[in-house]
Every structure is written in structure tokens, then in C-alpha cells.
């Protein structure tokens, strides 16, 4: 596990990577931190940490706690600020748990850092740092969209010198695979381009857009990255458990590059055949159905046409704290019922009405009959109440009566159980034309 280059020219990125079955210890990733942060370099530079809040997995404290004592004695500043999105802005002692410090050690050694939560709804907080060109976007979006694009990110971000990512890399349902520059769009990004392209991704197809590299998503992240005034570095992490299986650094590009090679290898899980039963069982860092809906978005490829897929969470009690109020109004539906109906729907955030599609799956709507058909049947077994699934146009079943080990070993019978849902994706080995990218 010797650090090595990845990638040629100007475009390179620092890398160890773990043999399948093994991780990356912390002394191999404390030494590649090393590499990537000359202390001569950081003398007297203001740095901020983009890092994800708890519901992705990752060994953020250790990384981040490799990094202050690499730099910290050093650089003017060292700060982090989560990369929400749009999710719930996190307390100090969930920060403190995000980034694996005791309440002593942040009270000493590492009093003087800041935390920094986005706040991507408040304009106050968001500067515009330039526009994507309607052209620009007709060529990145594959001809789908023809609009200027606003892009705002959080103001105190352009406050430092340098800003760094430490993040995962997983299949995503909306950009192909996490990472690198989507720390910065969503991650601390304004509303216009979020709900601009989880819409454009929704458009594509969850099923046509997760676990492929290079989609019409990543081109508008990236796109608008180079429009941000401060330099950008990225450790791009692949999880593997709850360990490393790689890590790599350099340009945001040229880091989740590597990455999402490497995620592509370890992060896809291929069936012969697709399950008429799927118990997908929520891991207890999504705690809202706002992020729970993962459990979906994985396994969608390998639900059967006409099957059940159980999103089985008995801790999950909201849709969303921040975006609730609307999916009650418009619901859960497949992508067809919006564009056929989009004078009605269009003024809602097209990253509420992404997430609707994304969650419902693949379907039809006939707009005349006004009858929508959607491919599978999605059964909430949460704490919402069934009142609210059913309104919400989702199956409903008392988690009570489910017992994991009922679904266990039955794949042969059609029947799958996933313990921890939400980051492997399942792919079918020869996968239907819905599913095709």
C-alpha cells in the first residue's frame, strides 16, 4: 500500500489503496496526509474542511484530526463547515460526534476551530458567484434543458484561502457517483442550481444515472466549481465497512476521478434475477425519510416488475423536517406524473419533486385517463403513521409485524433482505432497457 500517482498531466491525484479484504490503516492515511499537505505550504493560510453531516459513513475524524495535526499548528485557520444541502443543520455535540472528539478535546487542543453549518435557505448566508449560460447548459445537459442557471455557495467559504474536501464516494442517485465537487454543489450550494440539477437527474432516471461515472449531473457540478474564487483540493474516501479501501487526493476532479473508480469496483453488488421481495432495512444515520429514501434508490435496479420493495425503519418518524409540508402536498410519484402535468407542478422545488421520483421509482401516467401505473409497489414499515403514507401515495405496513429474519436466506425464492440499505447498489447482471444508462 505504497502512496502512488493516479491520473496524468496537471490532472493527478495521490492515492493508497487497500487489496480487496484489507483496509487502509490510519498510519498509511496519516502518511498520504502528510504527502498532500507540505506544512511549508500551509504557513499562515486560512483552510476550510468541507465534510458530510452523519448520514454518510466515513472515518471523517479520523481524517480530520490527521489533518489538524498535520496543519493546524501552522495554518491561520482551520475551520470546518458541513456540507448540508438541504438537511437539518447539526448541533455542536453531533458535530463533535461527526468529527470523533471528546467534549475535553474540543474544549483544548481544538478549541480554536470553528463549525460551520450551511444554511442554503437563508440568502444572507449565499453569495452568486457567476451564471451557467442557457447554451452552456443545452450542451450539458444532453439537449434536455435550455435555461441560465444561477449558482450561489455559502459566503463564508469565500472568507479562506483554500478549501478542502473530505468525503466519501458512493453510487448517488442523482449525480452517478458522490464526492468531489457535489461537497460544494449541494453540499454549500444556494437552492437555484440544487434543485436545478436533482431535477435534470430525475429527469434522466434514477435507474439511468446511479453508478455511471460521467453523467449530465456531474458535468453541471463541475461546471459550476470553476466558477468558485478560492482554490480546491479533495480527500476522496471509498468505504469499505467501516474502514478504507482507498483514499485519494488532489483536485476535486481529479480525486473523485480515482475514487469513483475504485467505488464502481467495491460499492456494486450484481444479481442474476430481480426479487418480487425486497426488505430494505434503513440504518439508523438516516432519520428522516428525506435520506431513508436511499433504501430505495440502491435497489430499485433489482426490484421485479410488479414487486414490493419495504422501506423498513421503525426509527424514522419524519418525511422531512425541512422539506415535509410539500411532499405531503404533491406525494410520492413516478417522473411521467410530473411531466405530464408540469403547469401544475412547476413552481414547487424541483429538488422536493426529484425526490418524489426518485423514492415512487419508475412508472407511467396516462394524462387523459389521469391513472398513473408505476412499476413496483413501495411499502413505508417506519413510525409515519399509515394515515400519512397512504396520503403520501406509499404502501404502509405496521413495523411491528415485520421480522428481518423471516426475509433472510430466500433469495432463491425471490426474497432479499439488506441489513444496512442504502449505500451498495444492486444492479441486475443483464439489466432490463428501464434500467439501461
Not at 97 to 114: D, F, M, N
Not at 418 to 428: I, S
Request: overall charge neutral.
Amino acid at each position: 500500500m505504497a502512496i502512488e500517482t493516479a491520473g496524468a498531466g496537471l490532472e493527478k491525484a495521490l492515492r493508497v489503496e487497500a487489496l480487496p479484504g484489507a483496509v487502509v490503516g490510519d498510519a498509511k492515511a496519516r502518511g498520504l496526509v502528510g504527502v498532500a499537505l507540505p506544512v511549508g505550504r500551509y504557513t499562515g493560510r486560512r483552510v476550510l474542511l468541507v465534510v458530510p453531516d452523519h448520514t454518510r459513513t466515513a472515518p471523517v475524524g479520523m481524517m480530520f484530526k490527521a489533518i489538524f495535526d498535520q496543519i493546524g499548528g501552522v495554518a491561520k485557520a482551520l475551520d470546518v463547515m458541513i456540507a448540508l444541502g438541504t438537511h437539518p443543520p447539526m448541533e455542536e455535540s453531533a458535530i463533535q460526534k461527526r468529527l470523533e472528539l471528546t467534549s475535553a478535546e474540543r474544549s483544548g487542543g481544538y478549541g480554536k476551530v470553528k463549525f460551520l453549518n450551511h444554511a442554503w435557505d437563508d440568502p444572507s448566508e449565499l453569495r452568486e458567484i457567476g451564471r451557467i449560460p442557457a447554451g452552456d447548459i443545452r450542451e450539458l445537459s444532453g439537449g434536455l434543458f435550455e435555461m441560465e442557471v444561477r449558482v450561489e455557495i455559502n459566503r463564508h467559504a469565500l472568507e479562506y484561502d483554500e478549501l478542502i474536501v473530505v468525503g466519501p464516494v458512493f453510487p448517488h442517485e442523482v449525480v452517478g457517483f458522490s464526492g468531489g465537487n457535489k461537497y460544494f454543489f449541494p453540499g454549500i450550494s444556494g437552492p437555484d442550481l440544487l434543485n436545478f440539477f436533482h431535477w435534470l437527474g430525475a429527469v434522466v432516471t434514477n435507474p439511468k444515472i446511479i453508478g455511471t461515472k460521467w453523467t449530465p449531473v456531474r458535468k453541471v457540478v463541475d461546471r459550476a466549481a470553476a466558477l468558485i474564487p478560492v482554490e480546491r483540493r479533495c480527500f476522496a474516501m471509498v468505504v469499505e465497512g467501516t474502514g478504507l479501501a482507498g483514499l485519494y487526493f488532489g483536485t476535486p476532479e481529479a480525486a473523485w476521478d480515482a475514487a469513483s473508480d475504485m467505488s464502481d469496483r467495491r460499492h456494486i453488488i450484481y444479481k442474476d434475477r430481480p426479487f418480487h421481495t425486497i426488505l430494505s432495512c434503513a440504518p439508523p444515520m438516516y432519520d428522516e425519510l428525506w435520506v431513508g429514501g436511499k433504501c430505495m434508490y440502491k435497489l430499485e435496479p433489482v426490484l421485479a416488475d410488479g414487486g414490493e420493495l419495504i422501506i423498513y425503519a421503525p426509527h424514522i418518524h419524519e418525511i422531512s423536517v425541512t422539506h415535509g409540508r410539500l411532499i405531503e402536498e404533491i406525494g410520492y410519484h413516478c417522473r411521467d406524473y410530473f411531466l405530464k402535468q408540469w403547469d401544475k407542478f412547476k413552481g414547487y422545488p424541483w429538488g422536493v419533486v426529484a425526490h418524489s421520483t426518485h423514492v415512487r421509482g419508475i412508472g407511467e401516467y396516462d394524462a387523459v385517463a389521469g391513472i398513473e401505473r408505476c412499476r413496483a409497489k413501495v411499502t413505508l414499515a417506519t413510525g409515519i403513521p399509515e394515515a400519512t403514507c397512504r396520503k403520501i401515495n406509499m404502501g404502509y405496513r405496521d413495523p411491528a409485524s415485520i421480522r428481518q429474519e423471516d426475509y433472510a436466506g430466500r433469495e432463491g425464492e425471490g426474497v432479499l433482505l439488506v441489513p444496512k440499505a442504502g449505500e451498495m447498489l444492486y444492479r441486475l447482471k443483464s439489466p432490463p432497457t428501464w434500467a439501461k444508462g
